[in-house]
């Protein structure tokens, strides 16, 4: 059986094959040949995959998200982040890396921050004196931060991958998030002050105001979202719904910068979306039952403790290994599937799920700009129309600051589970 689960599913993979056709045709291979179990199961365990409250928060957040990004609100944002940190020695740099991180606390998706903010502030930092490589490379790392910061549509996956509670996984991201954007900012100011970048207008009180007003719908929504989640008003779940809701409201009668057939629109482009995503969750539910009724995950934790490894050192095997795949696969397939292979690896090394959670997060929001099949970098290059080499230049420094945030969260559990074992 080790053939159809391993060698048959990256064949089909380099040949080109959609993920879940991978998936699919390696479970089928698997059952008829080597298990004597009816096929019905197989639609019985497709079924039960995305039957989960959990997982119906995701629709919500892409057609929210979406709504926000198209309505103008990313530009409202951007003119905020702006107002508050101007006159400093590479604000522009430092805007783009606060505006993706208030963005992802809306959109909940790196892609989706890249190509929101990436087409408002590429030319800008141009004309600010960046190079195209480092103009590029920040936008496309940034855009990871959504990831982490939450509501993170990659923490919804593997709270029902790894049947641990959402909110939980939230808080834990929130530190983190902040810290690699903190990180960032670091990095982007050294990045500046290496490439000769002036200053941007000063801090005026009146300018702060004034966006603050313009933009403050915007910023309402991660609070009323998170707020909601965390007082207990509604669930992680609920409270999809009622950013979608609140996106609407937003969009369409308070900026009225979108019209009754725009939001038409979107929500069509967010069911095509929400079913790429949900037939990869089916596709994989079945994979990951055959690898858990097959011993492979039992066989993997009794491998890992015959290495007779230290923790720290099974951890950074781990986040090797999750680098490499991360750079091979889509987000949704590397946590779907991978999730129930590591998790029990995770437990006998006495990592808690909730923190392994996040390191996992990392290593995949790493992976939306790694070479060669970082979905982010083709957006970029998609957006900016750059050659690919000069994007990869530029990603140098902030990849190097990106892996320094993973051994930091990896290796300092406190930092994810503080807010978890203060609220949770």
């Not at 698997?30 to 959990?54: E, R």
């Not at 966006?211 to 992680?236: C, K, Q």
């Amino acid at each position: 059986m080790a053939w159809t689960l391993t060698l048959l599913p990256i064949g089909l993979a380099v040949f080109g094959f959609p993920i879940f056709l991978v998936l699919l045709v390696a479970s089928i291979a698997s059952l008829v040949l080597y298990m004597n179990i009816p096929l019905t199961l197989l639609h019985q365990q497709m079924l039960g995959s995305i039957n989960s409250f959990a997982l119906m928060a995701v629709p919500f957040f892409m057609f929210g998200g979406e709504l926000m990004a198209r309505g103008g609100i990313s530009n409202r944002i951007i003119a905020w982040v702006m107002s508050l940190i101007g006159g400093v020695r590479g604000s522009l740099g430092l805007t783009t890396v606060g505006a993706c991180t208030v963005f992802g606390a809306i959109s909940g998706s790196g892609p989706a921050t890249v190509a929101a903010i990436g087409r408002l502030m590429y030319k800008p930092l141009l004309a600010n004196g960046y190079s195209g490589a480092t103009s590029a490379g920040l936008v496309v790392t940034s855009g990871g931060i959504a990831s982490l910061i939450p509501p993170s549509i990659v923490m919804i996956l593997y709270g029902a991958s790894a049947e641990q509670a959402v909110s939980l996984l939230f808080l834990a991201g929130f530190l983190p998030g902040l810290l690699l954007a903190l990180l960032m900012a670091i990095c982007i100011y050294i990045v500046a002050a290496r490439e000769g970048v002036g200053n941007t207008q000063p801090f005026h009180w009146q300018e702060f105001f004034r966006a603050s007003r313009d933009g403050v719908w915007a910023l309402l929504m991660p609070v009323i979202i998170l707020g909601g989640i965390y007082t207990g008003i509604f669930s992680p779940t609920e409270s999809g719904g009622v950013a979608c809701v609140y996106a609407v409201v937003v969009t369409v009668f308070v900026y009225k910068s979108m019209t009754w057939a725009d939001v038409w629109d979107i929500a069509a482009d967010s069911v095509y979306l929400t079913a790429q995503v949900v037939i990869i969750v089916a596709a994989a539910g079945v994979y990951s039952w055959i690898l858990t009724v097959s011993g492979i995950p039992a066989a993997l934790v009794n491998a890992f403790n015959a290495l007779d490894v230290e923790p720290w050192l099974g951890l950074l095997i781990i986040n090797c290994f999750l680098l490499i795949v991360g750079a091979l696969i889509d987000p949704t397939s590397a946590i779907l599937v991978l999730t129930p292979l590591l998790a029990p690896i995770a437990i006998s090394m006495g990592v808690d799920l909730i923190h392994f959670g996040i390191i996992m997060a990392v290593n995949i929001q790493i992976g939306l700009f790694t070479p060669p099949f970082g979905v982010n970098i083709f957006i970029a290059q998609a957006m900016f129309d750059m050659p690919l080499k000069d994007i990869y230049r530029g990603l140098v420094p902030f990849f190097i600051t990106n892996i320094i945030a993973l051994m930091i969260v990896t290796y300092w559990p406190g930092l994810s589970l503080f807010l978890v074992r203060l609220l949770g």
